[in-house]
């Protein structure tokens, strides 16, 4: 009855595995798919901003302005080129822009990760098997009661 009992489960352990395994390649799938629409994406805009001037000025005197203590009376407001709030803005925007590149590539790498574990598992899951079948193997031979000795 033990054996059947073993047998039973074992195959609803595979059954719950392979399931388990489907969804998780499904999982890395859908990741790795947003990864590389996202940093299409990504470099699209980036790339935009590096090759038209015009633009990428404008988003440095934004983020500038940010920047800037704007004082009480805004017609003596200073102008986003004053100080260092310029360079701070373009500092701020590569390291932005170095992470949002970033992204994308730990999103690749995380969903290709995943998907390698999930087709290894078998080969892993029998080894796991094997070594505790071998372990409990040898917790048997150890519990048995040696033999009387012969005269």
Same mark, same amino acid.
């Given at each position: ?45 980036? &790339? $935009?901003?590096?090759?038209? *001037?015009?633009? #990428?000025?404008?988003?440095? +005197?934004?983020? /500038?302005?940010? !920047? &800037? $203590?704007?004082?009480?009376? *805004?017609?003596? #407001?200073?102008?986003?080129? +004053?100080?260092? /709030?310029?360079? !701070? ?63």
């Amino acid at each position: 009855m033990g054996l059947n009992d073993f047998r039973r489960d074992r195959k609803q352990f595979n059954r719950l595995s392979y399931r388990l395994r489907t969804v998780l390649l499904g999982l890395s799938a859908l990741v790795i798919a947003i990864s590389v629409v996202l940093a299409i994406v990504i470099f699209s805009y980036v &790339l $935009d901003i590096a090759t038209h *001037p015009v633009k #990428a000025k404008v988003l440095v +005197d934004r983020w /500038a302005t940010i !920047f &800037l $203590d704007t004082p009480a009376n *805004p017609s003596a #407001a200073a102008s986003p080129f +004053d100080g260092p /709030a310029r360079w !701070f803005a373009v500092i701020t925007l590569i390291v932005l822009a170095y992470l949002l590149i970033r992204i994308p590539l730990l999103m690749l790498q995380m969903g290709t990760q995943l998907m390698m574990s999930c087709q290894e598992d078998n080969r892993q899951l029998r080894n796991f098997v094997r070594q505790v079948l071998q372990d409990i193997k040898a917790g048997e031979d150890e519990a048995l009661p040696p033999p009387p000795p012969s005269e």
